[in-house]
């Protein structure tokens, strides 16, 4: 079937991430339709990305899949509509997958109102498992340390939420947040 496409009446759909590099929980994909200002997002649990199960291939998969799945729920028209993706490397399969289906796309940086709306689902998401510190939306080296030093105020408690798969977790990190938590609880018993 061949559609013919008025160019009033395609879309332009972003497509950004929130939480893959950071610290703690799962991670989102969001969906944004620029024309309707429509949001939909999807997660990606957090034990995708822990010691066991992490392998980062298999994310690039199931990205890919969670985006085929959200254009066909969005009503993506390949003949028509227009992609925008962020540049981030959880995308590698899915720019693949686009290109072999030759859907129209760029990779570029995401700006608002979708990197805020997925930024604030990922937040929210940290919210939901106890962090109920004010934090940057703005992902990078200080909201880190932030999720870090949560963590390290219950450290045995709390290391259940870190995306423990990263390699730097377990060969740096992890040691410099038990230890910390250990200095912590014996000053604690001094005062």
């Not at 992609?83 to 570029?108: D, L, P, Q, S």
Request: charged share 30%; hydrophobic share 40%.
């Amino acid at each position: 079937m061949i559609y013919f496409c008025n160019y009033m009446s395609f879309k332009k759909i972003q497509i950004d991430d929130a939480g893959t590099g950071d610290l703690l929980g799962g991670a989102f994909i969001g969906f944004f339709v620029k024309e309707t200002n429509q949001y939909i997002f999807k997660e990606i649990s957090l034990s995708y990305f822990q010691q066991n199960n992490f392998n980062i291939k298999f994310i690039e998969d199931l990205v890919a899949e969670l985006i085929e799945k959200s254009l066909k729920e969005l009503d993506f028209n390949p003949d028509c509509d227009r992609i925008e993706i962020c540049t981030g490397n959880v995308f590698k399969k899915a720019i693949e997958m686009m290109k072999n289906n030759k859907y129209h796309f760029v990779c570029t940086k995401i700006e608002n109102p979708l990197q805020n709306l997925v930024e604030q689902t990922y937040l929210d998401y940290l919210k939901s498992i106890g962090f109920n510190k004010e934090i940057s939306l703005i992902a990078g080296r200080d909201r880190y340390f932030q999720l870090f030093n949560w963590v390290v105020e219950d450290f045995p408690n709390r290391e259940k939420f870190v995306k423990t798969g990263f390699p730097s977790w377990n060969l740096k990190w992890r040691e410099i947040a038990k230890n910390k938590y250990l200095r912590i609880k014996r000053k604690s018993k001094y005062i």
